[in-house]
């Protein structure tokens, strides 16, 4: 791994993040033997809309005993949510140790083990064979991705033909800088933010067809006003991402949503088709 993909290892690092977990779990009264998924979920999600979101994109899918990838799955509770509500078997690849650990710990917690695994690797450097997986699914990654090209590239080499590609991201709407840190780079150095035109001329060119998109700016801005708001009168919730995001949570929201309030940023989700 190169020195930039270090950087951004360390931007996500979060000390005995499981311990953590279970303490907070604990302190909320539930018995460590009898966890279950929407315990953790609003901890397990990382981006925008959590949980939420996730249902919603996955909504109509038909995944029962279909392979799934999620690439930059984080600490995997979109694994666990689309293995445990749609019947797949989930694997996520991130680029950071520490939530690859995290994430396999905690499918074991919630009886999950079975069905998700998760691997420690490059977005850019998939380790999976050629037309593997049904669908292959990514949220708030390719931000922090400098080269799009072989990111899209491998997305696509490895999805079966016929499969499907589902996004939900952040990208630039015009050309105006934003301010950091943002919830996924502390500083410019690691963060690469590009227009939605970048990715589609990319899975353009290697033959994806575009089935949908949706602009999900507005429901993420009404999101964080609330969780603002709410952080504003009761302080840190005990499971919440401000375990991942840790003290500047709050700075790194309310600069995301003044970037998606003016218009620098759009959320957006999408699929495509091999
Ligand atoms: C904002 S988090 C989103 C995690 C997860 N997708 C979710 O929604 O819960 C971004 C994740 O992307 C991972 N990541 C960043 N660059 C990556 C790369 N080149 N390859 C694999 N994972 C990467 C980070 O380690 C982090 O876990």
């Not at 279970?22 to 901890?43: C, H, M, Q, T, W």
């Not at 083990?113 to 037309?131: I, K, M, W, Y």
């Not at 090209?149 to 589902?166: A, C, H, P, S």
Request: charged share 25%; hydrophobic share 40%; glycine share 8%.
């Amino acid at each position: 791994m190169n020195n930039l993909s270090n950087e951004v290892e360390e931007h996500y690092h979060s000390p005995d993040l499981f311990g953590r977990i279970l303490a907070n779990l604990k302190a909320a009264g539930i018995a460590l033997d009898e966890v279950r998924r929407s315990d953790i979920s609003a901890v397990d999600e990382f981006h925008v809309r959590g949980a939420e979101v996730s249902k919603e994109l996955a909504a109509g899918l038909q995944l029962k005993d279909k392979q799934v990838l999620d690439v930059g799955c984080g600490i995997g509770g979109p694994c666990r949510m689309l293995a445990d509500e749609f019947g797949c078997r989930a694997t996520g690849i991130d680029l950071s140790e520490e939530f690859v650990r995290t994430a396999k710990m905690l499918s074991e917690l919630v009886g999950l083990e079975d069905q998700t695994s998760f691997v420690h690797g490059d977005a850019t450097n998939l380790p999976f064979a050629d037309r593997s997986f049904d669908l292959v699914w990514t949220q708030h990654v390719q931000m922090n991705v400098e080269d799009k090209t072989k990111f899209y590239k491998e997305i696509t080499r490895v999805l079966k033909d016929g499969g499907t590609f589902l996004y939900y991201d952040i990208f630039k709407k015009g050309d105006e800088e934003v301010n950091y840190p943002m919830p996924w780079a502390s500083q410019p150095k690691i963060s690469f933010l590009a227009k939605v035109s970048v990715m589609e001329n990319i899975l353009g060119d290697q033959g994806l067809r575009k089935v949908q998109t949706t602009d999900q700016t507005e429901k993420g801005i009404l999101f964080f006003e609330k969780l603002l708001a709410n952080l504003a009168a009761s302080g840190p919730p005990k499971l919440g991402l401000n375990l991942l995001m840790g003290t500047s949570t709050k700075l790194k929201l309310g600069n995301l949503l003044k970037a998606l309030k003016e218009e620098k940023l759009i959320l957006q989700s999408g699929s495509y088709r091999k």
